[in-house]
Every structure is written in structure tokens, then in C-alpha cells.
């Protein structure tokens, strides 16, 4: 064991995804009427028009000729129409976990009105801040009243996986950068794989069976939640220009700046490098599960069909990651299976310190994480419940997900991982962080492997330059709806 996680017994807790889905939606005797939630949530008719109209048209005015019609009586609404009680709209991915987006849409369609439920195959969500909320924005400086209400009002549903939630949390933080208050808060209708980002806030694991009456008991925690906040984290990759990497959706290339000037690099900085900046809310990693997670990717990519629901996704996943080095790794000579050390020198900022300090690279570890939610890797919690005796110790303190630090932990080889993540045992605790600065090396290796939000990526290496990746704390958190 890495360290002691409490002081009773370990044992493995059975999950049951079927109990603790129904849980996280709270079946349990509650019964929704359709027609009161559809009153709750519905906006009214020339609002959803003009935000659709503005949408499609990518012009945040163009939903202004919609106030003529509401002027005309259109549908018996008049001037005197009143905002929902809790304005809704729901991003749905199609493509998270089992797929079981256009079901889902379709009901979500029935239960509110097509124009508040998002496809992001369709919409992204960027686009419904920039032209969506920005025509509702526009019509309250026109003056109209139920248009003002119904953007202070709202709440947004997010159907998929972490993934998915990050980027619509991502898109919403455009508004906070525009001063463009209030941020919508945020539910969670778990459709991904791991969905760690639904069962912090009480969503649960995966979405039940009973999926239908579940879709409205889901609305109807959304609509009347507590809210609680979530931060987020700020990450720019730095690599030699020339070198081409096929990063996620939610990094982004962005103009080149200069490094932490505090900060020495081992190898002569480039002449000019590439940039990219992205936002993750619940993990960072580096090394072999960021490489069995990348493989899994492309294979579910490639043969869809595999993709059949969550259980099904972490049996594949299971059994792909026992093909791979992250087992009987002390048996092999290949290089590209050595610990990151080889390739990794990695800075970090502690709770209320403003310099940074080297921390160094345990030589066993081939993964490193960091964690800012409880949740990693479909519900496990690998950094443990430490004891206040340890956290002293150590200099830690207990975390949270708005605490402003990440957890960073390390595993070793495959077994070492399997028991972290049936919790027989803790992670091996490397530091906790206020910010984070890694220089990946090349040489021997010349790829490495990275994730954000189970979203993975392969990063080329150059022999004679470092790549970085800086982690910050953004100055604004998210706020959630909690589902329990």
C-alpha cells in the first residue's frame, strides 16, 4: 500500500450501476406531472424561435423581427406573456456512451419543445452563447422584460459523458469572460462511459433502464436543484512549431507567449512554437493510461458497434488495456515502457505559495494524474479518504472539487493500477497543487500520451526540444446543479 486510506478494514464495494443510476435520479417515489413540467421549462414560443432564428443564421439580431410577431398576438401569448419558472435547455451528444442520444432527444423534444434540446452535432455550444443567449440579451436591452427573466432564469442540461459536460461548461465560460452574468447552472444526464463529472454532483453513474420516466425526474431536479460550484483548470501545451499532433475539440490552437520566466528548461527553448489552450474540470494524465485510454478511443471510433452502453464499453476497455505494456512491464527491455521519469521534469505551486518547486519523478510510476474531482476512472476514488494524521504529515489538506487544488498521484505498473482502482489500495500521493508546469523531453521516446477529461491524445516528441504543459486554476468556477 501506498499509504493508509482509513483505519478500518479495506474491502472491495460491490457497484451495482443499475442501483446507483436509479439513485442518482432519484426514482424513487417521485411522480412528475408532464403538463406542470412542460410549464416549468418551456419558454415561450417567439423567445425559442428567435434564439433558433439567431442560431442559424449566426447573427444575434436576427431574432429581433420575433418581437414583432409577439406584438401580433402570435399564439395568444400578446405582450403580457409570462417567463417559465425554470427556462431550460439540454445539449445532448449523440455519440457518448451507448449512443442512446436520438431516443433521447426525441423525448426530451416532447417533454419541453425541439428548439430548447441541442444535437452538438448540430449546435455546438459556443454557438448557442454566442447567438442563443446573446438574442435574448439583445431583446432585454430592447426593453423586453420576459426575454430578461428567461436568460436570468436559466439552467442548462448536458446529456453525455465528462467529456461532453466539460465542453458545454467550457462554451459557458465565454461569459464570465465577457462579464455577461448570470452563468447558467448545470446538470448532468450521464450518457459516457466514465461519467466521473455526473457522480460528484449526484447525477449518478449511467443513465437507468427506465429511462423515460427518468428523463422527466431528471428535468425536474434540474429545474429545482441546489447548486453548488466546481473549479476549473486553464491548460496551454507548448511544443517546437513543425510538429503535427491531432489534439482534442477542447484544446485549441492559440497565439505562441512566453514561459514562467522563474522556471529553468533542460533543453534550448525553440525559436518559435506552437500553442495550444483548452479548459479540463475533473483530471490531467500523462503516460500509459492516457495510451491504453487512446487506443480504446480509436477502436470504439473504428467499430461503433462495440460501443453498446457503459458496461459493455468497460469490459472492452478492461480487456484492451490487459493487450498493452501497462502489464509485466519489469519483464521488458523496450524503452518506450519505462517509468515518465525518463522524459519528465515536473514543477508544481503549493497551497498559498507563490514559487515553484521541483517535485521529483518516482522512478516506478508510468502514469501520473492530475485529479481535481473524488471520481476518476468511472466512480474510483484513487487519492483515498486519507486520515488527518496523514494529510498532516504529508502537508496536505482534504479535497474538494472548489478547494483551487489537484490532487497529483501516480501509478505504477498495470497491477499496481487494477488494485488502486477496485480501491484495495491509495495511489501513490506525489503532491497537491495550486498550479503545475511539466517539460516532456524526447529522445528515446518520441511520442507521449495525454488525456484531459477522457479525451486522449498522442504528443510527438522532439529529440532536441522540450514540450510543456502549464496547469492553472481559471480565476471563475463553474456552478452545478446537484442531482442528489
Not at 416532447?110 to 454566442?130: G, S, T, W
Not at 496536505?396 to 493500477?417: M, N, P, R, S
Request: a neutral charge; proline letters at 6%.
Amino acid at each position: 500500500m501506498e499509504s493508509p486510506a482509513t483505519g478500518e478494514t479495506t474491502r472491495i464495494t460491490a457497484r451495482t450501476s443499475m442501483i446507483e443510476s436509479f439513485r442518482g435520479c432519484g426514482l424513487a417515489g417521485m411522480r412528475i406531472d408532464k403538463e406542470e413540467l412542460r410549464r416549468t421549462l418551456l419558454m415561450p414560443q417567439y423567445l425559442r424561435l428567435a434564439m433558433r432564428d439567431s442560431i442559424r443564421l449566426k447573427d444575434p439580431a436576427a431574432g429581433e423581427a420575433r418581437l414583432i410577431e409577439r406584438d401580433r398576438d402570435v399564439d395568444g401569448e400578446g405582450k403580457n406573456v409570462e417567463p417559465p419558472q425554470t427556462p431550460m435547455v439540454v445539449f445532448i451528444n449523440r455519440l457518448s456512451g451507448g449512443r442512446h442520444g436520438p431516443m433521447l432527444k426525441e423525448r426530451l423534444q416532447q417533454l419541453i419543445a425541439e428548439e430548447q434540446v441541442f444535437d452538438l452535432q448540430d449546435v455546438k455550444p459556443n454557438e448557442f452563447v454566442r447567438y442563443g443567449l446573446k438574442c435574448l440579451e439583445m431583446l432585454a436591452d430592447l426593453g423586453d422584460s420576459c426575454a430578461r427573466e428567461t436568460r436570468e432564469k436559466m439552467r442548462v442540461m448536458v446529456a453525455g459523458g465528462d467529456g461532453t459536460v466539460g465542453w458545454v461548461l467550457g462554451s459557458l465560460g465565454e461569459l464570465k469572460e465577457q462579464g455577461r452574468e448570470p452563468f447558467p447552472p448545470v446538470g448532468i444526464i450521464p450518457l459516457g462511459t466514465g461519467n466521473d463529472l455526473s457522480r460528484s454532483f449526484g447525477w449518478g453513474g449511467s443513465f437507468p433502464f427506465a429511462w423515460k420516466s427518468a428523463v422527466k425526474k431528471s428535468l425536474h431536479k434540474a429545474s429545482t436543484g441546489p447548486i453548488c460550484h466546481l473549479d476549473s483548470w486553464h491548460i496551454r501545451l507548448s511544443m517546437p512549431a513543425g510538429e503535427v499532433v491531432d489534439p482534442p475539440h477542447s484544446l485549441k490552437l492559440t497565439e505562441e507567449s512566453a514561459l514562467d520566466e522563474g522556471l529553468e528548461v533542460e533543453r534550448q527553448l525553440p525559436e518559435k512554437a506552437t500553442c495550444y489552450e483548452g479548459v479540463f474540470y475533473n483530471y490531467f494524465s500523462i503516460g500509459m493510461d492516457a495510451q491504453v485510454a487512446y487506443g480504446f478511443h480509436h477502436l470504439r471510433n473504428e467499430k461503433p458497434y462495440l460501443a453498446q452502453g457503459p458496461i459493455t464499453n468497460k469490459l472492452i476497455y478492461s480487456g484492451y488495456s490487459c493487450t498493452q505494456g501497462w502489464f509485466f512491464t519489469p519483464c521488458s527491455s523496450n524503452p518506450s515502457l519505462r517509468g515518465l521519469k525518463n522524459i519528465l521534469r515536473m514543477h508544481v505551486k503549493k497551497v498559498n505559495c507563490s514559487e515553484w518547486e521541483q517535485i521529483p519523478v518516482p522512478s516506478s510510476v508510468r502514469a501520473i494524474v492530475a485529479l481535481n474531482l473524488h471520481n476518476y476512472g468511472s466512480g474510483r476514488n484513487p487519492w483515498g479518504n486519507l486520515k488527518p494524521q496523514y494529510l498532516d504529515k504529508r502537508g496536505f489538506v482534504e479535497a474538494h472539487a472548489d478547494d483551487g487544488l489537484l490532487e497529483i498521484f501516480g501509478l505504477k505498473q498495470g497491477w499496481h493500477a487494477s488494485f488502486v482502482m477496485v480501491e484495495l489500495i491509495s495511489a501513490k500521493h506525489i503532491a497537491q497543487a495550486a498550479a503545475i508546469r511539466l517539460e516532456i523531453r524526447g529522445g528515446e521516446w518520441t511520442d507521449a500520451y495525454l488525456q484531459m477529461d477522457g479525451e486522449p491524445w498522442k504528443q510527438p516528441l522532439s529529440k532536441d526540444y522540450s514540450t510543456f504543459v502549464e496547469i492553472k486554476k481559471v480565476p471563475f468556477q463553474s456552478i452545478m446543479v446537484t442531482g442528489e
